[in-house]
């Protein structure tokens, strides 16, 4: 009689099933990592949608329901609610049981973490990939591959703790991902750098071009070129979810807002004063770091970005 498959999960819950939350679920039916995956979600619509496509084998009517018996929690929820959750979750989640998110800021989880029962093993996780579309429908099982998760793990050290982050961090490899360990305060610095500026910016370019398309009578729209398309794709994200960010990691979104905003005013003053050798230094130094990206492999070098000439 052949041996019955080891899963690297017996029972996984994932606490919202929106586009990451059904993206690693997909992809971790796709490695065979759990073998029974549930799925709890406050909006129930979305919950029966996960259900219909097959994203999770069943759904759960409550927290607690989702929760019980399952050594793997994933909280794929906006940042605010998942700080919310942990005390909850660490209490009626089995003892031992490994506990993730997979928000965008990591202080205030780790923050809510910290003060909870050591009796569950919580390891604050970011996957650093994601696309403006939401919703159980728009996840799909190859989201992760060759990205970044970031892990901000606990100062716990115990044996216990410590095989917690490596099963945390051997999960999001099995998925495809390249984990890196970083601090919860430098990380959440960093992403205001490279992800939650670009969306500010984008929200705010885009609420500027909307008041002047009633004046230029749409021609904003019909006009509209790669790099305006780009912001509207950003701006096009989650407004729960970029809420939760903005109101979770101010100070470091304040910080890179002001140096921004300084540089914003050393161009202005270029384009005022005809100062054509501080633009071009600007903006060579801008596709430096574009082709810094592309090296390395976090962008494509195709023209238009790949895309196809039909979107």
């Known amino acids: 009689m052949a041996a019955e498959k080891k899963f690297m999960f017996e029972r996984a819950a994932f606490v919202g099933v929106g586009l ?41 009517g409550s927290l607690a329901e989702a929760i019980k018996g399952a050594d793997l929690v994933v909280l794929s929820t906006p940042v605010v609610a998942t700080a919310a959750l942990l005390p909850e979750v660490a209490e009626k989640a089995d003892g031992g049981a490994l506990i993730i998110d997979v928000g965008s800021v990591k202080g205030a989880v780790a923050k809510a973490a910290a003060a909870v029962s050591p009796r569950v093993h919580i390891v604050p996780c970011h996957p650093v990939s994601g696309t403006e579309q939401s919703g159980p429908e728009a996840g799909f099982a190859t989201l992760f591959r060759d990205r970044w998760c970031i892990l901000t793990p606990l100062d716990r ?3 216990e703790y410590k095989a917690a982050v490596e099963k945390a961090a051997a999960l999001w490899t099995a998925v495809g991902s390249r984990v890196e360990f ?6 959440d610095l960093a992403l205001a750098v490279t992800s939650h500026l670009p969306h500010l910016i984008a929200f ?3 609420g500027a071009a909307d008041d002047v398309q009633t004046v230029a009578e749409a021609e904003v729209v019909k006009y509209s070129a790669g790099g305006f398309r780009d912001f509207t794709r950003i701006a096009a994200s989650d407004p729960v979810m970029w809420r939760d960010v903005f109101l979770t990691n101010r100070e470091a979104v304040l910080e890179v807002l002001g140096r921004f905003t300084e540089e914003l005013a050393l161009l202005q003053r270029a384009i005022r004063w005809g100062d054509g050798d501080a633009l071009a230094k600007a903006f060579t130094r801008g ?6 990206i592309v090296a390395a492999g976090q962008e494509t070098a195709a023209p238009n970005f790949g895309r196809d000439k039909k979107e």
């Open 20 to 60: 990451i939350g059904s993206s690693l679920a997909r992809a971790m039916r796709e490695e065979g990592l759990a073998k029974t995956i549930i799925g709890y979600d406050a909006d129930t619509d979305v919950l029966a949608r996960a259900k219909a496509i097959g994203v999770v084998d069943g759904g759960a």
């Open 157 to 159: 050290d115990t044996p």
């Open 182 to 187: 970083m601090d919860a305060t430098h990380h």
């Open 204 to 206: 705010t370019l885009v």
């Open 287 to 292: 596709r430096s770091l574009r082709r810094a």
